[in-house]
């Protein structure tokens, strides 16, 4: 593992642990020798983070469009900040430089980064671990609403277990280092698989 990829608001949100959380996840992971990937914002908890990171001697790597370098969202300290078309070419960029995910507090932009980390971990299309540092209780709901999903059978619990929640960056990241994908059975091929042995 030798970058990570990480989520976050371009707002601060309205506790400080936010702030905090951010601002100690970036040092960690210089401290640790891991280069940061993010989307190249240099306000809320985005530029808390990149701030952290350059501060501790770390790689920081932002990948953000062109519309909004053109609003003057870019941090201009980053170690490389590569400007891009469109939201598509963002997320694939920031995936393809990554070895391992996390979201700190977001917003819809945040979450649905999330997921779709998520949801390519679950198909197979890439094995790299994804977490979720719940600061402060901030993601309480959405976890009690994952639960639910897998009571109404939406998702299985292989799969929710697949999103490695946190509240500590240090207690996070270990976990990320650990990870190795499980070979889990989806919906679909099991509905396949139950399909061909019937015809």
């Not at 401290?31 to 908890?45: A, F, M, N």
């Not at 993601?139 to 998702?155: N, Q, S, V």
């Not at 650990?178 to 099991?190: E, G, H, M």
Request: aromatic share 8%; proline share 4%.
């Amino acid at each position: 593992m030798k970058r990570v990829c990480v989520y976050a608001g371009s707002s601060p949100g309205a506790r400080p642990e936010f702030t905090a959380t951010a601002r100690a996840l970036g040092t960690l992971l210089a401290q640790r020798g891991y280069g940061v990937v993010y989307g190249g914002g240099k306000v809320g908890l985005m530029g808390t983070l990149a701030d952290a990171a350059l501060a501790a001697g770390g790689e920081v790597i932002g990948v953000i469009p062109h519309a909004l370098v053109a609003k003057e969202l870019g941090h201009p300290g980053v170690t490389q900040l590569h400007a891009v078309d469109t939201m598509h070419e963002r997320k694939a960029r920031m995936a393809a430089e990554s070895d391992a995910f996390i979201a700190l507090p977001g917003g819809i932009g945040t979450l649905e980064e999330l997921f779709e980390a998520l949801t390519w971990l679950q198909l197979g299309f890439h094995a790299k671990p994804v977490g979720l540092l719940n600061v402060a209780g901030y993601y309480d709901a959405l976890l009690t609403f994952l639960g639910h999903m897998e009571t109404e059978r939406f998702i299985r619990e292989e799969h929710r277990a697949m999103l490695i929640v946190e509240s500590d960056p240090a207690v996070l990241l270990g976990k990320l280092t650990a990870f190795t994908r499980p070979d889990v059975v989806k919906w679909l091929d099991r509905f396949a698989a139950e399909q061909a042995q019937q015809g």
